[in-house]
Every structure is written in C-alpha cells, then in structure tokens.
C-alpha cells in the first residue's frame, strides 16, 4: 500500500495537471473531476481515521489511477507526447515510496470555525450528500453547518467528532462500484 505522504503528492500533480489541461481547453468528464476531488477527501479522511486504513488506501489508489490514465491520454492529445511523459514522470516521482516532496500543509484562517472545539470539513458532492452527512452527525451528536464554500463543518467533542468520520469512512468504503 502506498504511504499517505507519496498519495498526497500524487494527487497534487494530477491536479496541477488538471488544472493545465483545462487551461488548454481540454473538456474533462465530470466524472473524472469528481473522482480527484473525493480522492482528496478520503486522504484528509485518512490522516485521522485509525481503523479501516487498507480499504481507504485502496480505494484512494483506484481513484488516483483511474484519473491518472485519463489525464495522461489526454495531455497526449492536448500538451503532446513529451510534454504528456514530462507529466507521467513527474506522477512516477510524486509515487515514489519514501520520498516526501510534499511541503508541509499551509495553514489558511477560516471565519467561523468553533474555537475550543473540535471540527472537520467534509465537501458535499454526489458521493457524500448533505443529506446523508447531517444524518451521521445528529446520530454522533455532533452540530453540522452547511459553509458557502460547499463544505460542510462538522464540530463537537473530539470522541464524538472521530466517531462521525470513522462512521463516514464505514460509509464511503461501503459505496458498490467505487
């Protein structure tokens, strides 16, 4: 299984590429976008989920191949084919085991988050509906409050906030045909 270190950094170059695709015109299947942004939520969901590490880890590594041939068929067509290998190499590199190329995590303030205790934001998509989210947090007891930044912030006491992503991640892993 891959370390969550070489997984954050491939996910960052598959978004830099992304993001250069679209900015050559290239029209992506919303799928694939989905895919690579709920990539990045199971990650941050790893980073704090003690149990159910190999299931997330795997479906991660689906998500990220499955964007990462996507996106290299298509710098193919639209960057062409030394710049599409300069980006496979670029991907090879971020995978490498053992290496952290990633610099550490920036810290952004954000209004509105409850000072004293303990929060989450998770992104409300197709895959983790508002619905089904407010739902698993009334059932911990924590509050939930929609953002205008599509997020929903989950905040309570810290058991109770863990019991709520570990329930998410149960959740998540479960989905058929993911």
């Known amino acids: 299984m891959p370390a969550l270190p070489s997984l954050e950094a491939r996910w ?10 679209r900015s050559k015109g290239a029209d992506l299947p919303a799928e694939v976008v989905r895919d690579l942004r709920l990539a990045r939520s199971l990650i941050e969901t790893l980073k704090v989920a003690p149990t159910g590490r190999e299931e997330i880890t795997a479906k991660i590594e689906q998500m990220l191949v499955s964007v990462e041939a996507y996106l290299l068929a298509e710098a ?13 190499d670029k991907i090879e590199e971020a995978a490498a085991p053992g ?6 995590a920036e810290m952004r303030f954000r209004p509105g988050l409850p000072r004293g ?3 989450v934001r998770v992104r409300v998509s197709e895959d983790m509906p508002r619905e089904m ?28 906030v863990r019991a709520f992503i570990r329930k998410l991640a149960e959740r998540v892993r479960g989905r058929p045909g993911r």
Do not use: M
């Open 12 to 21: 960052k170059v598959l978004s830099d590429l992304l993001v250069e695709l």
């Open 76 to 88: 193919e067509v639209k960057l062409g084919p030394e710049e599409a290998k300069r980006w496979r």
């Open 99 to 104: 290496e952290e190329t990633l610099a550490p």
């Open 117 to 119: 205790e303990h929060w």
């Open 133 to 160: 989210l407010e739902t698993l947090a009334a059932e911990e007891g924590v509050s939930a409050r929609l953002q205008p930044d599509g997020f929903l912030l989950v905040s309570g006491e810290e058991e109770k």
